[in-house]
Structure formats: structure tokens, C-alpha cells
């Protein structure tokens, strides 16, 4: 089935830059709404932001103004791009698969492993 592998992940200083990337195996991708999430130590799973097929984005109010996040259909792909990173950006970021399931009114929902941000002061 649909397997989602994020990358890019890693250790910046604040005020710096990464560009998280997904990578989505398996069908579908056009018609699925991407989205990336975090998890920071000893906090629930939070929205960053989310991109459709047709590529109407809507960000968490921490996130708008600094990240970005798109998509490229033709390498099954989706990109955030984080600028002026924070100490509270720290965390693990997931990438996220929705769309339509077969029946009317249900989802289908895939999680990727998470990619670990670690911004240091």
C-alpha cells in the first residue's frame, strides 16, 4: 500500500533554514491532500500545514510567514521549506497522506516516520 518517507531532517542553529522533503509511494498522490505535523517532546501531535491536489495550502499560525509547503505531482513529492527557525520548532516532523476512500463521507489516512528538527540555541 501507500508508504510516505520524509528526509532532511536535522540540527540548525536559530535563525536557520531546512528543507523537509516526502516522499509518497503508491497511487493516488494527485488526488491526495499532503500535510506535515510535529510532535515536540512531551506535546501532542500538531499541524504545521497542508497542501491539496490542486495545491490550496493552509498553515498553523506558528508556521505561516516562515514555512512553506508544496508539492511536485510528477515526483510523487511534497516539500517543506522552514526559514527562521526557533528552539520551539524542535521536533519530530510527519508527513501525512488524506484522501477519499471508496465509500462516500469516509478517509484514508498514511503516516510517514517522521523526520527528527533539532533547532539549538
Known amino acids: 500500500q501507500v508508504q510516505l518517507v520524509e528526509s532532511g531532517g536535522g540540527l540548525v542553529q536559530p535563525g536557520g533554514s531546512l528543507r523537509l522533503s516526502c516522499v509518497f509511494s503508491g497511487s493516488r498522490f494527485s488526488s491526495s491532500t499532503m500535510g506535515w505535523y510535529r510532535q515536540a517532546p512531551g506535546k501532542q501531535r500538531e499541524l504545521v500545514a497542508t497542501i491539496t491536489g490542486g495545491g490550496s495550502t493552509n498553515y498553523a499560525g506558528s508556521a505561516k510567514g516562515r514555512f512553506t509547503i508544496s508539492r511536485d505531482n510528477a515526483k510523487n513529492t511534497v516539500y517543506l521549506q522552514m526559514n527562521s527557525l526557533k528552539p520551539e520548532d524542535t521536533a519530530v516532523y510527519y508527513c501525512?497522506?488524506?484522501?477519499?476512500?471508496?465509500?462516500?463521507?469516509?478517509?484514508?489516512?498514511?503516516w510517514g516516520q517522521g523526520t527528527q528538527v533539532f533547532v539549538s540555541s
Open positions: 501525512n497522506a488524506d484522501r477519499a476512500g471508496l465509500l462516500t463521507g469516509t478517509r484514508i489516512v498514511f
